[in-house]
């Protein structure tokens, strides 16, 4: 069978996901693999028509089409992103209805599933035979045992071609609206003080509901807030994966273009942020996903620490669970606050006022008190995986997210809680008598409230 690859690394052939690839394809000599660097060529790509048709060509000669590509801040690359773009754009989606799909990745398991859930989405908008999905951490293929779940993956997906099975839809097609939002005039104002409101926008001309918005949104204000065009900022290009920044945060277009001093001027440095985008796909735009990606010279290290975050969309967001979730667990685990997602899906106007000029209200009043609610699993969970590779097999690599892990507690390993390591040393001895065993059922509950009724008294 002919298998074609599309190659979602920045790095071409020194992709890691790649090897996967090669593995696989040492394991079934009987395949034909074709190999596609699409997020390295993008540029070529996208410039000449030509070279793009030939990657359709293939992909429409193929008896499978395998998704292979690095996690990116919990979606693809930027670059893999504007490829499937382009097949919607250029209407080439026929090359790619009925085929046989399957998805294989490496990561650091952070967010892994999100990008999956992207994939298998954009599988089913181009009416694809998804298969499966592999989702393996970087360095998995050392291991025999992964070796061996690797072989039965690829096995299971041609067995599937070969016999012509049926495969299962998770994604429903997304419902567009044509609603015209038309903005209001504010009844009043929103004194900000001192605050730096910053919103980021990716608005193009046409993109009147997305403009009007965060038009009517700046509204709200009594004074002059800025708002930055990520089109008009000038950024030579997308994370070329080469953790450059690794030693020290300095990316490898440091001062080569405006990004890296957009980014700590304005975002970091703001306390009140706003994204501001419309849907494409599964997804913003590819030209948002290049910002969160470059974004990555700040590497592991939380940024967002005391900023209140909001966002504004144009598009069927509550239609995409999987972006929300993106969204949450960027902001989670960088320390800002998620104070709230406006959208034009209301198909009411002056709801629509009500709600933007509602959001800087809450946004400021939440800043003035300094409120960061609690993280959830998505920042719990998030910063554990972070933590434990950091101190591990990433520590020298990147050597400036040890620095910062160290200086700022955020190496918060359970073992090395004295007082917790005694209780427990006490408690597992306790509990080995008999009669203590028997009565711990009875007292746990009560146990278990004892210190929080304490507070409530005092
Ligand atoms: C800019 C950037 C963003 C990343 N984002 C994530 C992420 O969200 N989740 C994750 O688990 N790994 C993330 N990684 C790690 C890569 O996915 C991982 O190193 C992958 O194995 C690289 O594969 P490749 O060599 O095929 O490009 C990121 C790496 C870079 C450089």
């Not at 104002?189 to 509901?209: C, F, M, R």
């Not at 667990?329 to 198909?347: A, C, H, K, M, P």
């Not at 009669?435 to 004892?450: C, L, V």
């Amino acid at each position: 069978m002919k298998i074609v690859v599309l190659n979602g690394s920045p790095k071409g052939k020194l992709s890691v996901t790649l090897q996967y690839i090669h593995y696989i394809e040492k394991a079934f000599p009987q395949h034909e693999f074709s190999i596609i660097d699409v997020s390295q060529k993008m540029r070529i790509i996208e410039k000449d028509n030509k070279v793009f048709q030939k990657i359709i060509d293939e992909v429409g000669a193929a008896d499978g089409i395998i998704w292979a590509f690095p996690l990116y801040y919990c979606l693809v690359h930027s670059n893999y992103k504007k490829f499937i773009e382009l097949i919607f754009e250029r209407d080439v989606t026929d090359a790619f209805t009925g085929k046989y799909t399957a998805a294989i990745s490496t990561s650091i398991h952070f967010y892994d599933h999100t990008a999956h859930n992207y994939i298998n989405a954009v599988c089913d908008d181009l009416n694809m035979k998804y298969v499966d999905f592999f989702s393996a951490a970087m360095q998995d293929l050392l291991k025999s045992s992964e070796q061996n779940k690797l072989k039965l993956f690829a096995e299971n997906f041609f067995k599937v071609i070969e016999n012509k099975e049926p495969t299962t839809k998770n994604y429903m097609p997304l419902i567009h609206s044509n609603f015209k939002y038309h903005q209001g005039d504010p009844a009043s104002k929103v004194e900000p003080g001192d605050k730096k409101v910053i919103v980021i926008t990716d608005g193009l001309a046409e993109q009147k509901n997305l403009n009007a918005m965060v038009d009517r949104f700046k509204r709200s204000f009594s004074k002059d807030i800025e708002v930055v065009n990520l089109n008009e900022l000038d950024i030579k290009g997308g994370c070329l994966g080469c953790i450059h920044c690794g030693f020290d945060n300095i990316c490898v277009y440091q001062d080569k273009d405006e990004f890296v001093e957009f980014f700590t001027t304005k975002v970091l440095s703001a306390d009140i942020l706003i994204f501001a985008g419309a849907i494409k796909d599964r997804y913003l735009s590819s030209k948002w996903k290049l910002f969160f990606d470059r974004s990555f010279f700040r590497t592991h290290q939380p940024g967002l620490g005391g900023i209140q975050v909001g966002f504004i969309i144009s598009g069927p967001l509550t239609q995409l669970p999987n972006v929300k979730e993106i969204f949450k667990s960027y902001v989670e685990w960088q320390r800002g606050n998620l104070v709230d997602f406006i959208t034009d899906e209301y198909e009411e106007s002056s709801h629509i006022d009500e709600l933007l000029q509602n959001l800087a209200k809450r946004l400021v009043d939440l800043s003035d008190k300094k409120y960061i609610k609690p993280v959830t699993f998505r920042g719990v969970g998030g910063m554990k995986v972070f933590r434990d590779d950091i101190w591990g097999n990433l520590r020298f690599v990147f050597q400036s997210d040890h620095k910062f892990y160290k200086k700022h507690g955020l190496y918060d390993f359970p073992q090395k809680n004295n007082k917790v390591k005694a209780f427990n040393r006490i408690m597992m001895a306790l509990t080995t008598i008999p009669f203590i065993r028997k009565e711990f059922p009875k007292r746990i509950k009560n146990e278990m409230i004892k210190p929080l009724q304490k507070i409530l008294k005092d």
